[in-house]
């Protein structure tokens, strides 16, 4: 079946401008996350979703980022104010979650964000 | 959370079976430990992960020590499409997201 999806691929902004990242999961997952991979750098958590509500955002760096999900789907970043330092890959991943134990979590491909 | 210790970088000849090492000696008794790789510009891709018991699945065998304080990552049969960065993680059951480490890079050679 499809896996996560995300668009776009890629993303040159300015500094200042906002930017919407979109991940699609996959279909039935109920949780999702994002992440993100700095040039050279070790991947981050960001936040995670559970159904429609965030029980972790402990990972945003500031209050210029955002992320919300709808309909228990589809799943938006939003960075206010882009600065150079936000630039890096932007990764989502979803998983199934189950009662009986931790399912893995499927990454999509990534957004590459340039903030010039 | 638990940390893990994993070799900067690893070789293996292609064919031969390539085994990753990870300490985890911290791990508290509900972390789940999990592997990942990252191949070269993409997302990380799920291997496999365990509790306490030893796991197999089609794309390898994790194997736990009875102490769980370390586990080995073993591929049977390397390929040069296996070249990637590994991750070790040990994840509580209470918390959902992933903390990465820097990995080990391991380099299939012909």
């Known amino acids: 079946g499809a896996g996560v999806s995300q668009s776009p691929s890629n993303k040159v902004t300015e500094k200042g401008k906002d930017v919407e990242l979109r991940c699609d999961p996959i279909?039935?997952?109920?949780?999702l996350y994002w992440y993100r991979q700095s040039l050279g750098q070790g991947l981050e958590f960001l936040i995670y979703f559970q159904g429609n509500s965030a029980p972790d955002k402990s990972g945003l760096p500031s209050d210029r980022f955002s992320a919300e999900r709808t309909g228990g789907s589809v799943s938006t970043l939003t960075i206010q104010r882009t600065q150079q330092e936000d630039s890096a890959v932007y990764l989502c991943?979803?998983?199934?979650?189950?009662?009986?134990?931790?399912?893995?979590?499927?990454f999509g491909p990534g957004t590459r964000l340039l903030v010039l | 959370d638990a940390k893990t210790t994993q070799p900067t970088s690893m070789d293996c000849a292609e064919g031969r079976a390539a085994n990753l090492p990870c300490n985890h000696s911290t791990i508290s008794g509900n972390e789940y430990v999990y592997w990942y790789r990252q191949i070269h510009s993409q997302g990380p891709q799920y291997i496999i992960h365990?509790?306490?018991n030893n796991e197999t699945n089609e794309m390898a065998s994790l194997i736990i020590t009875e102490d769980r304080k370390s586990s080995t990552l073993i591929l049977p049969h390397a390929t040069l499409r296996d070249t990637a960065v590994y991750y070790c993680i040990v994840s509580p059951q209470s918390t959902d997201k992933l903390i990465f480490g820097t990995g080990t890079r391991l380099q299939v050679f012909p």
């Open positions: 279909s039935g997952h109920t949780a």
């Open positions: 365990g509790l306490k």
């Open positions: 991943a979803s998983s199934l979650e189950q009662a009986s134990g931790k399912e893995g979590q499927y």
